[in-house]
């Protein structure tokens, strides 16, 4: 008998253990699920000319998140596991190669049927090819994007404006749901530079006045919230939302905390609790504890 037999009749015991002795008229424990979105903004900072070391911090943090993932509902059990995670990218990819890849990094075990042995085989089966699955295929986007210059970069600005309840909310109670961005943190897309509205910006660069006149400002906060600087407010209300900015990618030193700052007051602005916000700057060796410490919350 082999190794996937052995684990199938173990899950699939347990399974019917539980169906026969737990009380008809008992409440159902409902067990806690991810719903973890990984937003992508393969910019030109993955050119390996230009960062040769960010390909590599990007992939471990990937790692690290799924490997989290994984662990949370093999913690939940099979019977029970209704997580889901995606990679995926905003606006969708134009290229087809980039497309095949990202169509294979979407899992939702909540549509995987558990109460018939083909189903639980069918979960037990993604379980132990989940991890390989998608860092297999991470690895093919990144070493494809920096092989032929092909950046599906991110209008992340646009993605919260349109998209965000959509691609990233489940209304049931018992998600969190888990907003992981991967990006330099200067935001910067073509169709999205729009005219400011006073201090608030729907981009931010290392070159443009909102950042740079705060480099070298002694009471640079002080400044930034009297004159009320900050991204155009989006009127999201998002208090079940919790945001992870992986990659900060600072340009100048100071920039970091500028770049942080006005995040922070975009996601406040959207109701987003502070504790559920943590942005990262990117650097070898990857963070994972931080990472780790986030989704045990």
Avoid at 55 to 66: A, F, G, H, R, S
């Amino acid at each position: 008998m082999n190794k996937n037999s052995i684990t199938f009749i173990i899950y699939f015991s347990l399974f019917l253990i539980f169906s026969c002795t737990h009380p008809k008229n008992a409440p159902k424990i409902i067990p806690l699920q991810l719903n973890v979105s990984i937003l992508l903004d393969l910019s030109d900072r993955v050119d390996l000319k230009l960062h040769p070391f960010q390909v590599q911090i990007d992939t471990e943090n990937i790692e690290t998140i799924i490997s989290l993932f994984k662990k949370q509902q093999s913690d939940v059990g099979v019977y029970d596991a209704k997580g889901k995670m995606k990679i995926f990218f905003y606006p969708p990819p134009s290229n087809s190669n980039i497309i095949s890849i990202a169509k294979k990094l979407n899992i939702d075990f909540n549509k995987v049927d558990s109460t018939s042995m083909v189903g639980v085989s069918e979960k037990i089966k993604l379980f132990q090819i989940l991890d390989t699955l998608f860092m297999s295929n991470v690895r093919k986007l990144y070493q494809y994007s920096s092989k032929n210059n092909e950046y599906p970069g991110a209008d992340i600005f646009a993605f919260f404006k349109d998209e965000i309840e959509d691609q990233c909310i489940e209304s049931n109670s018992y998600y969190r749901n888990i907003l992981v961005i991967i990006t330099d943190g200067y935001i910067f897309w073509n169709k999205d530079l729009l005219n400011p509205i006073g201090n608030r910006f729907t981009y931010i660069t290392a070159k443009t006045p909102q950042v740079t006149k705060f480099r070298k400002m002694e009471d640079w906060i002080s400044n930034f919230n009297k004159e009320d600087y900050g991204f155009v407010n989006v009127n999201k209300n998002l208090p079940n939302l919790e945001v992870l900015v992986l990659g900060i990618d600072p340009v100048q030193v100071e920039d970091f905390d500028i770049i942080k700052k006005y995040w922070e007051k975009w996601f406040l602005e959207m109701k987003i609790q502070p504790a559920n916000i943590k942005i990262i700057k990117t650097e070898l060796p990857v963070k994972t504890n931080i990472i780790e410490k986030f989704f045990s919350k």
